[in-house]
């Protein structure tokens, strides 16, 4: 990154960014989120310290155990997928989008991993084009 952000804008920013996210060290240990209040996977604040491993359900916990094992090894730096979860009004389902993203020094060294949800359904449905203040 090119400049430095005070605290407060920083923390501002990260509220305001269009996904939520979560960050997990390079020992597993979830250090933050995001946008606590509307994320879409919902955790409590006890689980900051905590391994991500407790945070995850256990018919996807071994693929989030490759996908890490994988990072820590240099194998991969990034993991997509998307699911249909029943998160719209009335329990429609729509589509979240999951990246996890290996978060490297500049020497390459593994530092942990970022993992980001969107819900895409609405960017799914776009067509056209709508200019800036249109």
């Not at 310290?49 to 018919?59: E, Q, S």
């Not at 998307?82 to 996890?100: N, R």
Request: hydrophobic share 40%; aromatic share 6%; glycine share 8%.
């Amino acid at each position: 990154m090119i400049g430095k952000l005070p605290d407060d804008v920083l923390d501002a920013m990260l509220e305001a960014m269009p996904v939520e996210f979560s960050v997990v060290d390079a020992n597993d240990e979830v250090l933050a989120w995001n946008k606590h209040e509307t994320r879409i996977f919902k955790r409590p604040t006890g689980v900051v310290g905590r391994n991500v491993r407790d945070c995850h359900p256990k018919k996807s916990l071994d693929k989030v155990e490759t996908i890490l094992a994988e990072m820590k090894a240099g194998t991969r730096d990034s993991a997509r997928f998307w699911i249909d979860l029943p998160v719209g009004p009335g329990g429609t389902k729509e589509k979240i989008l999951i990246e996890y993203r290996a978060l490297r020094n500049a020497a390459g060294k593994y530092l942990g991993c970022l993992e980001c949800s969107q819900n895409i359904s609405g960017l799914q449905a776009l067509s056209g084009e709508k200019r800036l203040l249109e």
